[in-house]
């Protein structure tokens, strides 16, 4: 029996991370230490293959006790005080972040610093997940005063009599996003002001009807992306509720044969931090069956 299988096309790293991995690949062509500050991408198969090239991944901690040394921002970018640590210490910096993450971050950055007296009432609030990389270095821009909203349920803490400026983590829900806006319109209070950026990459905003349309599509999904991928756990879920038969791996080997049996076309599906080569050798191993 043939099989029919199928990678996404729309499936596999975004700009961001492909021109940090680029990056990445340039500087180490160049036979010098290069290090980079947290996971490149949250996948570990394609942080092995860098590592193997030569990448050192640090955290913050051994960042800040590291001299002289070139060290590259992933693309998830950092708050100000990564830059400051990198000029006091000398260290070269290779600056990776997303365009879009950087203009967020300039715009919150704007947003800040024009705080005049009488709109010192001001909440800058970042719909985003609490302790995640970009979310760190937008929090960052505003000397860690602004207020991180994870998820519709919690934007009822917010002083809906101060006023509120609203921006998103680039990699979040558009319908949460909405639903948040017009939860926080309907309880502002009329003596304050309230004013919105729908900052939310498309790129990966326009992931979520395409992977529900190629989910569809197939008999099995197979869904290659690492646990640490917070867009991957959004994209998992959209596919899953799609078609029940969709499973999560991790690599090639997590590959349960025995599924593979009961059907006829198969979908292999990814997150922005799934690398295109780690689809292409699941579909190897499902073709081999």
């Known amino acids: 029996m043939h099989?029919?299988?199928?990678?996404?096309?729309?499936?596999?790293?975004?700009?961001?991370?492909?021109?940090a991995i680029k990056k990445a690949e340039e500087e180490l062509a160049k036979g010098e230490t290069l290090y980079c500050l947290g996971d490149i991408v949250h996948n570990d198969q394609e942080c092995e293959r860098l590592k193997k090239a030569g990448l050192i991944t640090i955290n913050h901690e051994e960042f800040a006790s590291l001299k002289n040394a070139k060290v590259l921002l992933r693309a998830h970018g950092e708050p100000p005080s990564t830059y400051e640590t990198a000029r006091?210490?000398?260290?070269?910096?290779?600056?990776?972040?997303?365009?879009?993450?950087?203009?967020?971050?300039?715009?919150?950055?704007?947003?800040?610093?024009?705080?005049?007296?009488?709109?010192?009432?001001?909440?800058?609030?970042?719909?985003?997940?609490?302790?995640?990389?970009?979310?760190?270095?937008?929090?960052?821009?505003?000397?860690?005063?602004?207020?991180?909203?994870?998820?519709?349920?919690?934007?009822?803490?917010?002083?809906?009599?101060?006023?509120?400026?609203?921006?998103?983590?680039?990699?979040?829900?558009?319908?949460?996003?909405?639903?948040?806006?017009?939860?926080?319109?309907?309880?502002?209070?009329?003596?304050?002001?309230?004013e919105y950026y729908d900052t939310i990459c498309r790129q990966v905003a326009n992931r979520m009807p395409n992977i529900q349309k190629f989910a569809a599509e197939h008999d099995l999904?197979?869904?290659?992306?690492?646990?640490?991928?917070?867009?991957?756990?959004?994209?998992?879920?959209?596919?899953k509720k799609v078609n029940p038969n969709t499973y999560q791996i991790d690599r090639p080997e997590d590959i349960d044969h025995t599924l593979l049996n009961k059907a006829n076309s198969i979908g292999i599906c990814g997150a922005t931090s799934t690398p295109k080569w780690l689809m292409e050798a699941c579909k190897?191993?499902?073709?081999k069956d």
């Open 88 to 194: 006091q210490n000398n260290i070269k910096i290779i600056d990776a972040t997303c365009p879009v993450v950087l203009r967020l971050q300039k715009r919150i950055k704007q947003e800040f610093d024009t705080q005049s007296v009488n709109n010192k009432g001001k909440q800058i609030v970042i719909y985003g997940k609490n302790g995640h990389a970009e979310v760190m270095g937008l929090v960052g821009q505003t000397n860690g005063s602004a207020v991180v909203v994870e998820n519709f349920d919690e934007v009822a803490r917010l002083d809906f009599s101060k006023n509120i400026r609203l921006y998103s983590q680039t990699t979040k829900s558009l319908d949460e996003f909405r639903r948040i806006v017009a939860y926080i319109q309907s309880h502002i209070s009329h003596e304050a002001s309230f």
């Open 221 to 239: 999904i197979f869904f290659v992306c690492g646990p640490k991928s917070s867009n991957g756990k959004i994209l998992f879920q959209e596919c």
């Open 284 to 287: 190897k191993v499902i073709m």
């Open 3 to 19: 099989k029919h299988v199928e990678i996404d096309k729309s499936s596999g790293f975004c700009f961001g991370v492909t021109m």
